[in-house]
């Protein structure tokens, strides 16, 4: 599988352009994957960010406008 480092980059430059993404991250609990944060889910956000990325799955988690590093 690849690098989580290298997925989160790539799933950084897939939702670059989405607006209401508020950071990206991965967990550390076994298996691990890969969280977009959204101040807010929309239609067009769950249609632009993937559901899965090189074998890892993909949450979104809503931040009701709190702040996540990106």
Do not use: C, F, W
């Amino acid at each position: 599988m690849t690098a989580v480092a290298e997925v989160l980059d790539e799933i950084r430059r897939r939702v670059a352009g989405l607006p209401g993404i508020s950071g990206v991250g991965a967990t550390k609990s076994s298996p691990q994957r890969i969280v977009v944060y959204v101040d807010e889910k929309t239609p067009e956000i769950e249609a632009g960010v993937p559901k899965n990325i090189a074998g890892y799955d993909v949450a979104i988690e809503e931040t009701h406008g709190g702040v996540v590093a990106l």
